[in-house]
């Protein structure tokens, strides 16, 4: 996860982590990616049923019901060892996490032992009711998926309305008073869309958008051919940058942030290295402590089954299950091979990765993409879009 606004656009400084001492209990959420701890955020499914049908969907949700889903008692049990544990969020995830009549009162749950609860959700079944009961329970944010305006988004949806929906969820999420931010994920279908995506957010005053690339991971590995190559991947991260900047400058500053390719960290310093020297040292500084892809470190996952995995589009190896072993017991155990790996990374990486000047801010960036293209996962990320001269390779 890469800050534009907080690094390009200069709205967080090295110090103001610093402040906190850098613990994932003390800071901010705004600074949690600036950790020195790196306590595991935890995505969980809290189930796989949807009543969209993304073409992208990692978990391939289906609007059907299944029925091996972590019950509430076990989902208690969970949030249990993880507040003790110190996750610092939860992000409650699906599947569309809305279809679960449970979700206020494990979202309360959550809340009320100390963690940061976070939904990510496709928007459409959040009604004016829903919104004002998480707005009560406490709920941090909610992040609503838009891939594109109304005739692209819908048809990566798969359902017909579903804009219009998700534009119902994010008003009714504003009138309660719920943090609410957009989710968008690049590839050539929709890329062409980024500008109208930032129109809307100044138009209807949302103070937030992570834009993701794509992981070739469920139904996202059939997009593979679709992923943007390298130059087409530059122009959409500048156009960001340049938008991002466009907007603080008029005095309308949005939280604006990249996730999963850490390959933007560098590039934007390298960019700010030509317009802003002084600022671009903080940023590297900055970088540093962000310390790049955390898969297995400071992000992990639990299934709508109990499995746990080092993300939640690592969905092909499980560590263990939460109904045998407290996600904590599983998340430190290093006897399992991949598991201590995955906690030093960069020692095990290969190719461009393991040569690269800027694997200390990067992590050999994500391992899904090149086990998924060349079926081994230390290969180098086939996403780095950063050229031979830029990573130190002559």
Known sequence: MIGISKLYCGTVEPSDALRYGRQSESLPSHLLQFS??????????????????????????????????????????????????????????????????????????????????????????????????????????????????????????????AFQAALKGIRNSQEAGLKVGLRFTMNRLNAAEIPAIFDLLEDLDVPRICFYHLVYAGRGSKLVEEDLVHEETRAVVDLIMDRTKDLHDRGKPKEVLTVDNHADGPYLYLRLLKEDPERAKEVLELLKMNEGNSSGRGIGCVSWDGSVHADQFWRHYSFGNVRERPFSEIWTDTSNSLMKKLKDKKRYVKGRCAECRWLDICAGNFRVRPEAVTGNLWAADPACYLTDQEIGIQ
């Not at 969020?89 to 569309?96: D, K, N």
Request: some cysteine.
């Open 36 to 161: 020195a701890d790196k306590r595991p955020v935890v995505v969980w499914n809290v189930t796989r049923r949807c009543n969209l049908k993304c073409i992208h969907c990692y978990a391939h949700a289906k609007d059907i019901p299944f029925k091996n889903e972590l019950s509430t008692d076990e989902g208690k049990a969970l949030l249990d060892d993880l507040a003790q544990f110190g996750a610092p969020v939860i992000l409650f995830s699906g599947g569309e996490p809305f279809v679960r009549k449970d979700l206020p009162e494990l979202a309360r749950y959550a809340v009320e032992r100390g963690m940061r609860a976070v939904v990510s959700t496709n928007g459409t079944l959040i009604t004016p009711e829903r919104a004002r009961i998480f707005k009560e329970i406490g709920l941090s944010y909610v992040g609503i998926s838009l891939d594109g305006m109304e005739a692209v988004n819908d048809r990566f949806r798969g359902v017909k309305g």
